[in-house]
């Protein structure tokens, strides 16, 4: 079984995150971890934090010789901002962050307990934890990559043009957009709202390719793999929908102008669809195209220019606090985004073709290429 689970706090001394189920053999590699957390630390319109922090895992266990070995691998990032308990309390809870309904379900007097961990800064534990992920992946050759298709109401306007292009054009872009027009539209918009105190949201893409057909299950609700993929977008912070492939749009369409004709490669015997509206996924199993996802990031909810709220103890109403924030991290989200659905796919993966080592996956793996090219 493929799990993981992280620890830690925004101004504690680290962030941890163990994985448990990464298959024996695999050649880790460390700095592929770290250049993934640059990714998640990089992008126009980071706040001061990104300044302080040079995120890099430090890996203590699961690992010998630089290849796993089949027990739990577990990661610190350490933080240099370590500074929680000289931190002042948090009365004055924020819209938009779990300040308030954490304080009414623990008990709490003030926020920073809540603050604390609710933080996006866990983020940095899962983005580890999905480049191990990642490496796993890339041993059956599933690569996943991620680009803003909307930022503050600009659009990206890349319809019609190839994963190919797409994937090197994000990586140069600082906004991860690969529409370079849209790219200097969206940054005059974070700097306008730099200026007022205000926060933009958008929308990220992450696509998967190289994936079999058959991940996921359609026999129980809770193995159905696209359930599973938009939890794991859903739980990313400031992240409030979340549309597989065309979702969104083809729900105001017919049946006939969304669901995708099935034709067959007789060169590369495999079956095929015309267009991918599905995603990549129908009936919560893979059907061998792109797994398309996008995540719907609503503005940072910590505002320089605070809205209005109310001090805990005395009911009175006040400006709510401020911490140290980003006026957008849409491509930072992005990046996370391609952990958590990382995360996902190597647990279906190692679910249909066994996880005890990466040899014994591979065997399976090619095994089962091959009978379906019989179908």
């Not at 490496?135 to 909307?150: K, Y």
């Not at 930022?151 to 890349?158: A, K, P, T």
């Not at 320089?304 to 911490?323: P, W």
């Not at 980003?326 to 995360?343: I, K, Q, S």
Request: with cysteine; proline share 3%.
């Amino acid at each position: 079984m493929f799990r993981y689970i992280t620890a830690g706090e925004s101004h504690g001394k680290g962030l941890v995150v163990i994985v448990d189920g990464l298959p024996a053999g695999l050649r880790l590699d460390e700095a592929a971890i770290n250049r993934d957390l640059a990714r998640r630390q990089s992008g126009y319109g980071r706040g001061g934090r990104m300044r302080i922090e040079t995120d890099k895992a430090d890996i203590i266990s699961g690992v010998r010789r630089g290849r796993t070995i089949g027990s739990p691998v577990a990661m610190v990032i350490w933080n240099r901002d370590y500074k929680i308990d000289s931190l002042p309390d948090v009365k004055n809870p924020r819209p938009g962050h779990a300040d308030l309904a954490g304080i009414m379900k623990y008990g709490f007097s003030e926020a920073r307990d809540v603050l604390e961990r609710a933080s996006a800064r866990e983020t940095a534990a899962r983005t580890a934890a999905g480049a191990a992920a990642k490496q796993v992946l890339g041993e059956f050759g599933i690569s996943i990559f991620s680009h803003v298709v909307m930022l503050g109401g600009i659009e990206s306007l890349v319809g019609g043009m190839k994963y190919d292009r797409i994937r090197p054009a994000a990586e140069r872009s600082d906004l991860r957009c690969a529409d370079a027009a849209a790219e200097k539209k969206m940054k005059k918009v974070i700097d306008e709202a730099s200026k007022t105190g205000d926060t933009l949201g958008g929308v990220f893409e992450v696509v998967a390719e190289g994936l079999p057909p058959g991940l996921g299950s359609y026999v129980q609700w809770d193995r159905r793999l696209d359930g599973a993929i938009a939890r794991a977008i859903m739980s990313v912070p400031a992240v409030k929908s979340v549309s597989i492939g065309e979702g969104i749009t083809c729900a105001a369409k017919t049946g006939s102008k969304v669901h995708d004709p099935i034709n067959y490669d007789t060169r590369k015997k495999k079956f095929i669809r015309l267009t991918n509206n599905a995603g990549g996924l129908e009936g919560g199993v893979t059907n061998g195209e792109a797994l398309v996802v996008r995540g719907y990031m609503k503005p940072i909810a910590t505002l320089m220019n605070a809205l209005d709220s109310v001090e805990i103890s005395s009911k009175r109403r006040i400006r709510a606090a401020t911490e140290r924030a980003d006026v957008t991290a849409v491509p930072a989200c992005g990046v996370v985004g391609e952990a958590v659905m990382a995360l996902e796919l190597t647990a279906a993966m190692t679910d249909k073709f066994g996880g005890d080592s990466i040899a014994e996956m591979t065997r399976n793996y090619k095994a089962y290429l091959k009978a379906i090219r019989e179908v």
